[in-house]
């Protein structure tokens, strides 16, 4: 039973855990839940269950043991307290909207049944002792104790059973068996013990230590009612533990951070307490009258902060073999579930070389580190994975010494990464834990060639690109990518497949732009993976027309274009187009007998493909001239094809 909550802060969220220095156990979890505010938490170890309250959303939520939602249990008037009976089958949950307590079936997760605790009544808290259910109800600054049997079929409300109590605020109530436990929270704190067992609360003593009455802001009960540790001001910042008997002072159990504002108790007796602590340690778990927590958790940080627990937010499964934890971010609420929190954390290492023959004995060693000694004859079960065992293939066992080192030979039948794993699977008092290391293990090099590399074609050339895979022991696969120079176009797999009698293993490529082809081999048990590349180069299609010109006659064996002076010559170039591509054009002059430059410079070409480029200006008459457009890679505006130049375009002016 858990009691009413404060309100959760809102921080930077996380949903990871780190355990102490051993790290989170594998299993641990975090989901998030779909409250917008929280009440209460109990837990139905028989059906995995988990109840969870939301008073701001008049529901409570039931989740799985991982935190999926399985059910919500609606229309639940401000629900606050729940308390889950002994035998798992009922929850009973306060409804103070509707001034009632309200029976959830676990079998179905569903209301079953409202118990009207009179008008005006508002029931905060409640406990399951004695065969009762037990309510706080009333309203500031005063509060009284109310009980009903649900086992009769008209349950009788027996209230006022200890009248004017005067508490401000409503107290928190916690049973076990018989034995019923009031606790005052706030500025002066309290708690009084009651037996139950004949019906009518007697009072068996009252009191607190003085180093837990102040601020306390919950308190848990020991299954066997023996101990209350209480969650609060105690300094340094520790919770107290009590005996029920006599409500003394037995020990403390010290935290960091700050007052510690949640605290449950374990079936074997194991206590958990929690801070509000956004940069520090959130959980504490210690084993009974230990000074030192031997498991600690803390939520991620991050820029601002972490994640932080809620008040009255802890809760251990009804057979200790999960801790339930609260937590708050600014994205929302989570359920934590700690795995093994009972247990004493443990961490496995595996220490193997890192390099090794294959086919050769190889020696490794491991340990197991835990603050408890692990018992004689405790083992590891060591796992070998592989190529050839990709799944894992077992060692056997290997038994841990005193001191918790293991040792243990293998020779490694498949090269390549091969992995040793090291599995303690835990006792009584240790988690389990895994530990590995991974082995390069020696394969033989792998022969691998791929033709046309640096080559140069044409536009649009078919090219048969060929892989050859030398001799391996059982792989005969090759895969071949194709990567086309350019953005737009991604590197794709065009073709997986065992290598011809001959090694080879072939794909044919249009070049349309500079190519890079690839070559792999995964490699096998006895070959070394292999990669190779081939970079093959395209030019562009380009072609120039001259127009405008009045005649076209040859000088010697060239052909060249005749322009009055006064007629401007059109160049058209067509040449294959990309995204924001140039052409160069380059103009020449011959004299006495040599071409000369006479300037060059870049045109956009159209979408089309095309430039259209009219020579202007004064136009000197007896001069043999010549006109070429190119592609330039990268001067061009981009690098995807292989520089290429156009014919020359001749042409003469006269009079």
Not at 495 to 519: E, I, P, W
């Amino acid at each position: 039973m858990r009691t009413v909550a404060t309100a959760l802060a809102v921080l930077f969220s996380s949903t990871a855990l780190a355990a102490g220095t051993v790290g989170p156990a594998a299993a641990d979890s975090s989901t998030a839940l779909s409250i917008s505010s929280y009440g209460d938490i109990a837990v139905d170890g028989v059906h995995k269950r988990v109840y969870i309250s939301d008073p701001a959303g008049n529901k409570v939520v039931v989740t799985d043991y991982a935190g999926k939602l399985v059910a919500t249990v609606p229309d639940l008037s401000g629900v606050r307290d729940l308390a889950i009976t002994p035998d798992s089958r009922t929850v009973y949950a306060a409804v103070p909207g509707e001034d009632a307590v309200v029976a959830i079936e676990t079998s179905t997760s569903t209301a079953a049944a409202r118990y009207s605790t009179g008008e005006n009544t508002d029931p905060q808290t409640l406990a399951v002792a004695g065969g009762r259910v037990w309510f706080m109800y009333g309203q500031q600054p005063s509060h009284h104790l109310g009980s009903f049997d649900p086992a009769q079929s008209t349950p009788e409300m027996v209230l006022d059973q200890l009248p004017d109590l005067g508490f401000y605020d409503a107290p928190e109530l916690e049973s076990a068996g018989s034995t019923l436990v009031i606790g005052i929270h706030g500025t002066w704190s309290g708690l009084a013990v009651y037996d139950v067992s004949s019906g009518p609360p007697v009072l068996r003593k009252q009191g607190m230590p003085a180093e837990a009455a102040n601020y306390m802001n919950d308190f848990a009960l020991s299954a066997d009612a023996k101990q209350i540790v209480a969650a609060s001001g105690e300094s340094p910042y520790a919770a107290t533990a009590i005996n029920t008997d006599d409500l003394s002072r037995t020990g403390g159990y010290p935290v960091e951070a700050g007052n510690p504002n949640s605290a449950a108790i374990a079936p074997d007796g194991t206590i958990a307490l929690s801070t509000f602590s956004w940069y520090d340690k959130d959980i504490f778990i210690f084993k009974p009258g230990a000074k030192t927590p031997y498991r600690t958790y803390t939520y991620d940080l991050n820029t601002s902060g972490g994640d932080t627990i809620a008040g009255q937010g802890l809760t251990w499964a009804p057979d200790g073999s999960k801790l339930f934890a609260i937590a708050s971010g600014n994205s929302g609420t989570y359920l934590r579930v700690l795995d093994n929190a009972t247990r004493y954390p443990v961490k496995a290492s595996v220490s193997a070389p890192a390099k090794a023959t294959r086919g050769k004995k190889l020696s490794a060693t491991g340990k197991l580190t835990s603050d408890k000694s692990f018992p004689a004859g405790s083992t590891v079960t060591i796992t070998r994975t592989d190529i050839d065992s990709p799944k894992g293939k077992s060692l056997g066992t290997k038994t841990v010494s005193s001191s918790g080192t293991f040792s243990f030979t293998d020779v490694p039948p498949a090269g390549g990464n091969v992995t040793y794993t090291a599995q303690y699977g835990g006792d009584a008092t240790h988690a389990p834990a895994s530990g590995k290391d991974t082995v390069a293990v020696s394969r033989t090099a792998t022969s691998l060639t791929l033709n046309h590399n640096g080559s140069l074609y044409s536009y649009g050339t078919d090219v048969s690109f060929t892989a050859h895979l030398g001799s391996t022991y059982k792989n005969r696969t090759v895969e071949l990518w194709v990567n086309p120079f350019g953005s737009d176009k991604p590197n794709k797999l065009v073709k997986t497949g065992k290598v011809n009698s001959k090694g080879n293993l072939s794909t044919t490529v249009d070049m349309t732009r500079d190519t890079t082809v690839t070559a792999v081999f995964a490699g096998d048990a006895r070959s070394a993976s292999k990669t190779v590349k081939a970079t093959a180069y395209a030019k562009v299609k380009v072609s120039t027309s001259v127009s405008k010109q009045y005649k076209t006659a040859k000088i010697g064996s060239t052909s060249y274009a005749y322009f009055h002076k006064k007629t401007n010559p059109v160049f058209t170039t067509t040449m294959t187009y990309y995204k924001n591509r140039s052409h160069r054009l380059n103009l020449e002059i011959y004299y006495q007998g040599k071409w000369y430059d006479a300037g060059s410079q870049y045109f956009k070409l159209g979408t089309n493909g095309k430039s259209v480029v009219t020579l202007t200006g004064t136009h000197d008459t007896g001069y043999r001239m010549r006109m070429r457009a190119s592609y330039i890679n990268g001067s061009s505006g981009d690098n995807v094809n292989s520089t290429t130049y156009g014919a020359w375009k001749y042409f003469y002016f006269t009079k």
